[in-house]
């Protein structure tokens, strides 16, 4: 537990490291509260959006709704976690001597679509929508990457962002203990 409330006691450090465990015990844990919150929502009536999922099984989406829409709890989880969730992911990246800059690699390509397509769907242009489709799948593709980034072991010893959180001095010999 101590794992996953770490990045709630650095809540807005963005210096330094975070090992692979804190990070996806943060994963895991406000995926977990997030789940809860949400059923929370859904029990009370808290969810924004459509009220009921009748106009979804009309059009063959049948309980969609239940994932169309936050909640009043989720919206205060969210916004009440996006700082940590970012400061743990820049120091996720410190770790494997990447810049935090590297979370805009899926964001840049995202923006980019969807303002093409919002402009392609005013003038009714097929091929910029087609252009904006390209681009999301950059995007996509650019999440993997930093997915990849998330997973790869951190640097053995001090890096350019800090000491090793593991404490190793990058000593070979310490890597494979």
């Not at 807005?12 to 995926?31: C, I, K, N, P, Y």
């Not at 009043?72 to 820049?90: D, E, F, K, Q, Y």
């Not at 120091?91 to 923006?111: C, E, F, K, M, S």
């Not at 997973?151 to 890096?159: A, D, R, V």
Request: glycine fraction near 14%; charged fraction near 10%; proline fraction near 6%.
């Amino acid at each position: 537990m101590e794992w996953m409330l770490l990045p709630l006691k650095r809540y807005a450090d963005f210096q330094g490291r975070s090992r692979r465990m804190e990070f996806w015990m943060w994963v895991l844990f406000t995926l977990i509260v997030g789940i809860v919150l949400g059923l929370v929502d859904g029990l009370l009536g808290l969810r924004f959006g459509p009220s009921s999922s009748t106009y979804y099984a009309s059009s063959g989406a049948a309980g969609f709704s239940t994932f169309s829409s936050i909640g009043i709890l989720g919206g205060l989880w969210s916004l009440a976690t996006l700082v940590p969730n970012i400061a743990v992911a820049v120091r996720r990246l410190h770790d494997t001597n990447r810049t935090g800059w590297w979370l805009l690699l899926p964001v840049i390509p995202y923006v980019i679509g969807l303002f093409i397509m919002l402009g392609a769907a005013a003038g009714q242009n097929l091929g910029l929508v087609a252009i904006g489709g390209i681009f999301t799948l950059i995007g996509l593709v650019c999440a993997i990457v930093l997915l990849v980034f998330y997973c790869l072991p951190g640097t053995p010893g001090p890096n350019r962002f800090g000491p090793d959180p593991m404490g190793s001095t990058g000593d070979l010999a310490q890597t494979f203990r």
